[in-house]
């Protein structure tokens, strides 16, 4: 099954509010199996969300929506979407008695566009909402396209969510999407080179992605059961090459097992050509000077970091960087400072001396 995921609000165009009901949908579909196409944000405009749901609706199993459910007259998601899918809306007095007890709890009362929101498919059905006044829906033609509408308050799309779809969902689906994510030291072309075989298969597909001083490698399978899928992600994984000189193969359990030691700096320097690499100078407690490339040029001076106390996996193979061999790696933490990610070393007390183990 194919799904696209449509939230609705011209907020969210505007930047008002976080759209994290396209990531908590997205998760929850994959879980599912479900292979998520498409994500979209469009504005509370009729024709513009009729033509995106005609278009999805072409080449998609399933649409999930969330947001514009309200009472307010550019809510029109629950409109919209019942003419693309060839129904109708029909007055509910239960779901419009439920609106009316939900206003008394507070000590109010409804005013008249929220009769909008009791208004349900005569098709398809509703989706009951325990959480606030706006019911779903659930829409399907003749074809068997599917639409789900949700609120857009996370919390009533969640429960909603797990209350309502999910099962209907789940009754479908035969299969089910996992996920193993690599965490991996290296740059994006030399470790996509060493993992090719990967991205090949149909089935497990395989990602890269980079961030701050790592990519990550997600392996995802699809079977019918969570065990299958499991045996499958194992499978395409059996070892991973992280370096051409290394004879024997890298995975899990022997990185648990690398040397973490203290080290000092002795020298450090920009290496010529490069606008991200420093070149260090090290003692690592062993009477001969070690040197590793780093690429953090972009947050320290190189005379800044000489005489400080870092941390050091030691025990890698050597490689060569821009023409220079570094041999080991030195580590840093990713954090954010001021919306922007940033890359730090570690740094340890002076003290202790070069050549300490971490354990």
């Known amino acids: 099954m194919t799904a696209e995921i449509i939230c609705v609000g011209t907020e969210l165009l505007l930047g008002d509010i976080v759209n994290t009901n396209a990531q908590f949908l997205s998760r929850e579909l994959a879980e599912l199996g479900i292979s998520v196409m498409h994500q979209h944000v469009i504005g509370d405009n009729p024709a513009r969300l009729k033509e995106l749901v005609l278009q999805a ?22 409109e919209t979407v019942a003419e693309a899918f060839g129904d109708t809306l029909a007055f509910d007095e239960g779901e419009w008695q439920k609106i009316i007890d939900f206003f008394a709890r507070t000590n109010r009362r409804p005013t008249p566009n929220n009769r909008k929101q009791a208004m349900c498919p005569t098709v398809g059905h ?19 396209h599917c639409a789900a509408l949700m609120p857009g308050v996370p919390r009533e799309m969640k429960a909603m969510w797990a209350e309502q779809v999910r099962p209907i969902l789940l009754k479908r689906q035969n299969c089910t999407i996992h996920s193993r994510t690599l965490r991996v030291l290296g740059g994006e072309s030399a470790i996509a080179s060493k993992v090719a075989p990967l991205f090949e298969a149909a089935n497990p597909t ?12 997600r392996v995802t399978a699809r ?7 499991e045996a499958a ?21 022997t990185f648990c097992k690398s040397d973490f030691r203290v080290v000092k700096v002795k020298a450090c320097e920009n290496v010529k050509k490069s606008n991200k ?14 040197q590793i490339l780093s690429g953090i040029a972009m947050y320290y001076k190189p005379e800044e970091l000489v005489g400080k106390t870092l941390v050091a ?18 580590i840093s933490a990713v954090h954010t400072e001021h919306g922007e990610e940033k890359l730090r070393l570690i740094m340890v007390d002076d003290a202790i001396p070069a050549g300490a183990k971490l354990c």
């Open 223 to 229: 079977e019918a059961t969570e065990q299958a899928a």
């Open 233 to 253: 992600k194992k499978a395409a994984l059996p070892a991973v090459e992280v370096e051409p000189q290394l004879a024997e193969k890298v995975d899990f359990d």
């Open 313 to 330: 996996i030691v025990n890698l193979p050597p490689r060569k960087m821009m023409g220079l061999e570094s041999n080991g790696m030195l």
């Open 206 to 217: 395989a990602a890269i992605y980079c961030k701050t001083g790592e990519c990550e490698i």
């Open 57 to 78: 609706k072409s080449r998609s199993d399933l649409l999930v929506f969330s947001g514009g459910l309200g009472p307010t007259e550019d809510d029109l998601t629950k």
């Open 277 to 290: 690499l420093l070149r260090f100078t090290l003692d690592d407690g062993t009477g001969t000077d070690r």
């Open 126 to 144: 509703k989706l009951i909402n325990d959480h606030g006044t706006a019911p779903g829906a659930w829409f399907e033609d003749a074809d068997g």
